[in-house]
């Protein structure tokens, strides 16, 4: 019964070791009775900043390993033999005051040393992500239906739905049943809708699931679905990201060779005070914001009334405030919320929603080439 139990905690241990691709710092792995890895992790007192990245996404790989319960990572440092190991089981809380602001070093610690400097993923030209700092703006809404409206120009889009604590865009795509098979390399295959390749956490969970999942696990649940999966040849990758700017923003912002950013807001203030900590977190990450684009910006009535019911002109002031351009001003349409619900994006329908996220469209493209200092195309968008 000992020995059993022995075997199978040694035979956890390897498939974590696996997990984690047995680099040269770390120095062992052990896996006890209640399914609990630990982790001895070889840190370079003199780099701290990348000894807490190594721990983090130690944690999050060893967490997806099937029979893991929990992750304690040790850090240790050769300085002297007398050392002890520095054990790190949770992060202490901080607390930082209204007015107070955290120092540039502090601010920098995680940033990448340039965008430029993260290598592309292969097939993959661009990649383009749909932030916001809040939810609840209709951020998904815009990142489906721009990725539709370029699928319709004849690019090849793929949209990965990062969000995975609300992932929305399978019911958006009318794909709530799909799931990936899996390719003779053992990655995933893209759901094709739409004349899209998508991805989401919602392919592959139960839908009645919440996801009680911690920083790592988010990230490593990200990379998996962008790095193992068979994108084939890419114009753009379109990012729905979750909203916020916690670690999984952060984590796209800063692993992933991201061309640019668009921030989707709604014009009341209480949305644009998070924008402008999101473009922040885009600033410091070295990732170039295209611009914003405003949802809810006004309802039309049948008389042909406009009714600012989220406030008016706060999208167009932030961009202003922003030194960022307007990429888009998108009323409450019926038709928007209808194609949503069905599954059929109200970008490929036509009329007035169809004009819009067409627009918005054109306006991307040629904002990335821009950045690429090539010369936009012609982009002729028929019915």
């Not at 930082?96 to 502090?106: C, I, M």
């Not at 060779?257 to 203030?269: G, L, R």
Request: hydrophobic share 45%; glycine share 10%; no cysteine.
């Amino acid at each position: 019964m000992f020995g059993s139990k022995q075997k199978s905690r040694r035979k956890l241990a390897a498939q974590v070791r696996k997990a984690l691709g047995a680099p040269d710092w770390l120095e062992s792995v052990d896996v006890d009775d209640g399914g609990r890895a630990i982790l001895v992790l070889l840190a370079d007192p003199a780099d701290t900043h990348a000894a807490e990245a190594r721990r983090i996404e130690a944690e999050g790989r060893a967490e997806l390993v099937a029979g893991v319960k929990s992750v304690t990572s040790i850090l240790t440092a050769e300085k002297s033999a007398a050392q002890a190991p520095q054990v790190r089981l949770e992060p202490s809380p901080r607390r930082v005051s209204k007015g107070a602001r955290l120092s540039d070093e502090a601010m920098q610690q995680a940033a990448p040393p340039a965008a430029a400097g993260i290598p592309k993923i292969k097939g993959i030209d661009r990649i383009l992500v749909v932030a916001s700092a809040k939810g609840g703006v209709g951020k998904s809404t815009v990142a489906v239906n721009l990725a539709a409206a370029m699928a319709k120009t004849g690019m090849k889009v793929g949209l990965l739905d990062a969000d995975v604590y609300g992932p929305s865009v399978p019911t958006m795509l009318g794909m709530q049943d799909a799931h990936p098979e899996t390719a003779a390399s053992k990655k995933l295959v893209p759901v094709a809708a739409h004349g899209l390749k998508t991805l989401s956490i919602g392919y592959l969970s139960d839908p009645d699931s919440p996801m009680i999942w911690r920083g790592p696990i988010v990230m490593s649940a990200i990379a998996q679905m962008l790095n193992d999966a068979e994108w084939g040849e890419l114009d753009v990758l379109v990012i729905d990201t979750p909203p916020g700017t916690g670690d999984a923003q952060l984590a796209i912002a800063q692993r992933v060779p991201v061309t640019a950013a668009i921030i989707v807001t709604t014009p009341q203030e209480v949305a644009l005070a998070d924008v402008r900590r999101g473009a922040a977190m885009f600033t410091k990450t070295a990732v170039p914001v295209l611009g914003i684009v405003e949802t809810m910006s006004w309802f039309e009535d049948p008389a042909g009334n406009r009714h600012y019911l989220m406030g008016e002109g706060g999208g167009a002031d932030m961009a202003q405030t922003l030194g960022l351009p307007l990429l888009a001003q998108i009323p409450m349409l019926q038709a928007i919320r209808e194609g949503g619900d069905s599954g059929e994006p109200s970008a490929l329908a036509g009329g007035e929603p169809g004009r819009i996220f067409h627009e918005l469209a054109r306006t991307v493209a040629v904002g990335l080439d821009t950045l690429e200092s090539r010369p936009a195309p012609e982009i002729v968008f028929e019915d």
